[in-house]
């Protein structure tokens, strides 16, 4: 196998590449990249695997000789990270590598491609696309929500709702819970999948303003997507995703709407003493203010008044208490000026909402508070 490419080329995308490659694995050839190049058309293909997330990415070349190999991922991504920026030369004859740029000569000793796992390319006849901008959207609303726990695989992954006409996401950990609606025709088989977000996130990545659409294909045990001159495979999770619609209280009668900023860098500042135990703020209503304030017995006590506007008696003495790290990052994912939250009781859920939504499209956020002291 022999092949030319510029270094700035082949970089970004054997580092996006090498980003899948496991960094501990039994199986010692799942740290390796694998290198195909194909003379006719001067494509070469560059793929790794860690057997749940999969990627695939073409780079245009000058192939002299096609062939493969499974070269490791962390010595040829940093030797390409570090080489001057002009044509490198990749031969490979039997196990070894040698790769030539301008007066630097390496050369790597790879393994046997034919013990790589098999990335085989899918039918996408039963595809559909939808605009990146919105997938890359939906995953950044909800994603904050996935669980980090093990023993619970559904909580692990996004719940994607298909349907032919409402697009329904969701993904909670049982404190917090994030959902995303979109009216969004798709020509599909209505089914419910659970998507890792290890792949999502890659996907969300390569995302760029240049290329509008994104190309999904949902199977029964897999979804892959097809962006530019990237592949990306993903298994699904084998789990029953539990009623998340029995714990959002819709009807929630304590109604606020607050202006985001002064709220957010309330909480940011009054956080600086909060328990590094709980990570609690409390929310101390009037009626037309807001007292945010936390206490750490060895540090300090901070509090802050965020003036709300106007008189709502509903909530005149009402207390919660909530983990300022989880309200923080429902926060920054609100995107009109305003936020409106929607309280029923102290140990009640708490729903924000944006103020205004683009059409088609609806959000919300879930909040489990914290039990008060005094309580």
């Known amino acids: 196998m022999k092949f030319s490419v510029e270094r700035n080329q082949i970089l970004n995308k054997i580092q996006f590449i090498n980003s899948i490659v496991p960094i501990r694995n039994p199986l010692p050839i799942l740290t390796n990249i694998l290198l195909e190049a194909d003379e006719e058309t001067n494509i070469v293909r560059l793929a790794s695997t860690d057997l749940e997330v999969s990627a695939v990415s073409e780079v245009e070349c000058q192939v002299k000789e096609g062939g493969k190999t499974a070269i490791p ?26 790769i030539k740029c301008l007066k630097s000569d390496f050369s790597l000793i790879c393994a046997d491609p034919e013990d790589f796992p098999e990335i085989p390319d899918r039918n996408w006849e039963n595809s559909f696309t939808i605009s990146a901008e919105l997938f890359s959207k939906i995953v950044e609303k909800t994603s904050f929500a996935v669980s980090d726990q093990f023993g619970r695989p559904a909580f692990s992954g996004i719940l994607w709702e298909l349907d032919n006409n409402l697009q329904k996401i969701i993904a909670t950990d049982g404190k917090r819970l994030g959902k995303y609606e ?6 599909i088989e209505k089914r419910n999948i659970i998507m890792p977000t290890k792949g999502l996130n890659l996907v969300r990545r390569i995302i760029s303003d240049e290329i509008p659409d994104l190309r999904i294909l949902a199977e029964e045990s897999a979804i892959s997507f097809d962006y530019s001159s990237y592949k990306i495979y993903s298994r699904l999770i084998e789990a029953n995703y539990p009623d998340y619609e029995a714990v ?3 009807d929630n009668s304590k109604i606020v709407e607050i202006d985001l900023e002064p709220l957010k860098n309330a909480v940011h500042r009054v956080s600086l003493l909060a328990s590094e135990d709980t990570f609690t703020v409390m929310f101390d209503f009037s009626k037309n203010q807001l007292k945010i304030s936390s206490e750490d017995v060895e ?21 919660i208490g909530f983990n300022y790290k989880y309200l923080l990052e429902i926060l920054n994912l609100i995107d009109s ?22 059409e088609n499209e609806l959000n919300l956020f879930l909040l489990m508070p914290l039990r008060l002291s005094a309580e």
């Open 73 to 98: 991922a962390k010595n040829i991504t940093e030797i390409i990270r570090f080489l001057p920026e002009d044509e490198i030369h990749f031969s490979v004859k039997g196990n070894k590598c040698k």
């Open 182 to 187: 979109t009216k969004l025709a798709l020509d």
């Open 248 to 250: 959002i209280p819709y």
């Open 299 to 319: 540090r300090g006590s901070a509090d802050e008044i965020v003036e709300i506007g106007e008189e709502l008696p509903q909530l005149d003495n009402f207390q």
């Open 337 to 358: 000026e305003k936020v409106q939250i929607k309280f029923e009781n102290s140990l009640d859920p708490a729903l924000f909402y944006n103020t205004e939504y683009p």
